[in-house]
């Protein structure tokens, strides 16, 4: 994770100094707050994977001696196939339609968005296919 | 590789590398003493325009130098890419040499461009400085722009000189005096563009863009908007008359009789369409 | 399923014994739905991947139709095939459909979906309906933008840049500019999601030994377009909330009338839309930087220096965006030009890189290896052209003419095209275990590489005559008219090159060449398994040693070496040829 942490860290570390930079030249707040912004975007995420590597030290993938054989066992669950993210997708489909076409859209929209938060929460906690 | 005797492929690649590593060292002191000798004879334009202002003038040297930078970098890369595909293209099923780092190359090129790059700015800045300043002038208008035309008054005489889209508004200006210019919009952004004073600036809604011009010969030279202000953008056309400052003083001392207001001529050309 | 794959024999290693089967997930997609509802249901990366590439492609040539139209229009003066209203509508949604629905997803929806987990070695992306969910939002975002033709009022008509106050309801009234808006809020939550699950399927999905120095340099690249899509694209989908609001619920967050700010939004679109453009180009400098290397026979030259490169390409890219601006007279302008000045140095080493994986080595002329030098060739004129623009005394005369037309069409057409269809042509084979047809295919380069240089040559020189952007009709007596037709000329050129790229694939979809699962003597980890990869990609890894695990295990005699390594044989081979 040490690679993975000091990407985004040094986002942080160049955005910080950008945009203290701009804003000691330009006083302009817009900018400035887009840059610290961007800080921020590196810094949460960074500081959060170095903390994890100094817990955990290094993966398999971090090591470049490791052997195919140090990665054995289940990586993760990857569901095959579900229907919920059309679903999921078509209600935002409708809801961005809803603002562009009138409010008779936001309906359906909101009744499949719920229709399918509700599925997609009830087939994880069943463990992926159903 | 068996080329014992006879010049095999491999030597003939080696040679290839020589010529290519002779052809470099040739190329740099030519890439920095190009700007230096052209500078002494006649540098062509380019296709740009040699700028009908001081001002325009300045950013048209900028832009030799910057072409000419750009041509000596873009065509010694452009010579390697050529030449790498043409003598490495495959003769054999062999498997080359699998070099993949070559610390010297490669930090010599990173510190050159950066060096080149460093020299750019330099030019850019000291440009910049000379096209941004504004000095005291004698002359001030106030442009305006609006969909779809222009507004040119002349706070010292209250002079006015409207149109819009086909019917173009005429500027006037005198040659040889800093002339400052006061650039607004009434609506939407626009661009104020002079294509032979190398210049535009938006118009925008709410600031005020202030810099000047100093034209150097007289004549008309025609100007348009760049920036998208909607519908009848395309028919956005003005002209600039740079005039000698006796015809000038003249000029702006005549009364400009009756004349459309900017929120008249909007209304005209959303009710008629572009045109007189 | 698992009795397909077995690790490619084509190896003469010793290393291909500890090929070990790691992956224990439960097999969920044989029997799965199939036909449409399979499309509808499918969570698989290759699937989703495939979806974003077809629907890309189909709205490219959409976009390159609304291209001809245009070129049509201005190739005379005053000519009215379409009008003023249809013009902007045109160059609106030209430019809308190529950036933001082409050239980003047809990379990091598209092909990234389909590539990077390949090359890291996972199973899928690391979270399947998430990245489903992200395709769905896009098809329904496009569909979304090219409704805008169907509605009264026509479709947005203020630019793919929607700079207020020309985007407010009073400027551009209609139901076209809110449709424009929605179908942006859409992608860009599709690619934010995509962002999200590129960057998590590369820090936790690599295969053992599999380091961040392993990758190969696409995966690299697409990791830091997703930090970047990440870094721009909420400010767009925050900026267009605005936007709406100001149209809609009487916010004057743009207007000055109420006390806002028009400026306020060129800040927020450029901080998203500099970026952008680099979202836009880095995905293509990866596949190049795959394709170059695997027909040169030579490891990545430079590779670390690479990473490094675009490290520092897109971090300086997000602190540019005000170089869009230069002629507003509001922004700083020795910051802003410093920086875009500065990006020359890293794009610079990626040329040096790609010359030198090139250097000495054995270079196949595949129709993928043609579209990478076309696309150098295209890019270097772009990026000669960009550090010109780079300079605000310069940019004030060419900017918003047909110089910056023609500057980042050489860009994105030199990246999203030229680059692009040389990973669709490199990747084919991947995809379905056959080739495309070399011969058309090279008949497409070459209509294209002309196309290009006749379409957007003569841009440059009207340009720099005054001819403005996004001007429907011309002057007949200012002598621009010949360039005008030339650029015509080639874009139909362009447009035949198409027209043989969907040749191609007809018939090689209705007459497939078979080619096994690693035509090209790959390097990279994908070319590891079949061609077309099975569900959940890989049932056997090879040992992971360097960026090239394909080619170290296909040729362990040639391992990548630094300079001055290894040189002792060839010494003594020179001493003997001079004696």
Known sequence: MRIEALVLIGVAIFFGIVGAVYWFTSYEDGGTMMLVGTCLLGLLPGSYYYWWHRRMGDRPEDRPDATVEDGAGEIATFPGSSIWPFVLGMGAFMLVLAFAFGMWFFFPAVGLILTALVGVTAESRRGGHV | MSDAVAPGPGRLRRIGARLAKVRARRIVPLAILAPIVLAGCQVPDFGAFKGATSQGQDAYKLWQGFFIAGIVVGGFVFLLILWAVFRYRRRNEAVPRQTQYRPVIEILYTVVPILIVAGLFVFTVITENEVDAVPNSQVTIDVTAFQWGWQFYYPATGKVVIGQTLDQPQMVLPINRDVTIHLESADVVHGFYVPEFNFSRYAQPGYVNVFNFNVLHTGVYRGQCTQLCGLYHSLMLFSVKAVTPAQFDAWVHQTSGHHATIGQLKQQIRANGPGA | ?579
């Not at chain 3, 047909?402 to 042509?425: E, I, K, P, S």
């Not at chain 3, 995809?431 to 002309?450: N, V």
Request: aromatic fraction near 16%.
């Open chain 3, 1 to 579: 399923m698992t009795d397909l794959i077995n690790p490619p024999l084509t190896g003469n290693g010793a290393h291909g014994t500890s090929v070990i089967d790691i992956i224990e997930h439960r097999e969920h997609a044989e029997h799965g739905p199939t036909g449409i509802l399979k499309w509808l249901t499918s969570t698989d990366h290759k699937v989703i991947g495939m979806s974003y590439m077809i629907t890309s492609l189909v709205l490219f040539y959409m976009a390159g139709i609304m291209a001809l139209v245009m070129r049509l229009q201005l190739a005379t003066p005053n000519s009215s095939l379409v009008s003023f209203a249809q013009y902007n509508e045109l160059f609106t949604m030209h430019g809308s459909l190529m950036l933001y629905l082409f050239a980003g997803p047809f990379a990091f929806g598209g092909l990234a979906n389909y590539i990077v987990p390949l090359q890291v070695g996972a199973p899928d992306m690391a979270f399947p309906r998430l990245n489903a969910l992200s395709y769905w939002l896009y098809l329904s975002g496009s569909i979304t933008m090219m409704m805008g033709f169907l509605v009264a009022g026509g479709a947005a008509s203020f630019g793919w840049v929607a700079y207020a106050p020309l985007s407010n309801a009073t400027n551009s009234p209609g139901a076209g500019g809110d449709i424009w808006i929605m179908a942006l809020v859409l992608t860009g939550f599709s690619a934010i999601f995509t962002g999200v699950n590129l960057v998590a399927t590369i820090f936790y999905l690599r295969a053992p030994g599999l380091t961040m120095f392993r990758m190969p340099i696409f995966t690299w690249n697409m990791l830091v377009t997703a930090i970047l899509i990440l870094i721009a694209f909420p400010v767009l989908t925050a900026a267009l909330v605005m936007l709406f609001c100001d149209r809609h619920f009487g916010t004057h967050i743009y207007s000055v009338q109420g006390g806002g700010s028009p400026i306020l939004w060129q800040n927020l679109f450029w901080f998203f839309g500099h970026p952008e453009v680099y979202i836009l180009a880095l995905p293509y400098f990866g596949i190049v930087t795959e394709v170059i290397p695997v027909f040169s026979r030579k490891p990545v030259f430079g590779y670390k220096g690479m990473v490094f490169a675009t490290l520092s390409i897109a971090a300086l890219s997000t602190g540019v965006w005000a170089h869009h601006m230069f002629t507003t007279g509001l922004v700083l302008l020795p910051f802003f030009s410093l920086l875009s000045l500065l990006i020359a140095v890293p794009t610079g080493i990626k040329f040096f890189n790609w010359i030198g994986t090139m250097w000495r080595g054995e270079i196949q002329f595949s129709t993928a290896m043609l579209f990478s030098i076309g696309f150098l060739f295209a890019f270097l004129m772009g990026g000669v052209t960009g550090v010109m623009l780079a300079s605000p005394p310069i940019d004030f005369f060419t900017h918003d003419t047909y110089f910056v037309v023609a500057h980042f069409h050489q860009v994105l057409f030199g990246t999203a095209v030229f680059a692009g269809f040389a990973g669709l042509y490199y990747w084919y084979p991947k995809f379905f275990g056959r080739t495309l047809r070399e011969h058309l295919g090279k008949w497409h380069f070459w209509l294209m590489f002309i196309g290009f240089w006749v379409t957007f040559m003569p841009q440059y020189i009207v340009g720099l005559l005054g001819m403005p952007r996004r001007v429907a009709v011309y002057p007949s007596y200012l002598g621009w008219q010949s360039y005008n037709i030339i650029s015509t000329v080639g874009a139909f050129i362009i447009a035949a090159s198409f027209a043989v790229l969907l040749w191609n694939l007809w018939i090689s979809w209705r007459k497939p060449v078979v080619c096994g699962d690693n035509p090209w003597d790959a390097h990279t980890l994908e070319w590891f398994t079949t061609s077309p990869p099975p569900h959940h990609n890989y049932s056997h890894l090879p040992p992971i040693r360097s960026e090239r695990p394909t080619w170290d295990y296909n040729h362990p005699e040639a391992p990548a070496v630094g300079h001055g390594e290894g040189r002792e044989p060839h010494r003594r081979d020179k001493v003997t040829v001079g004696q």
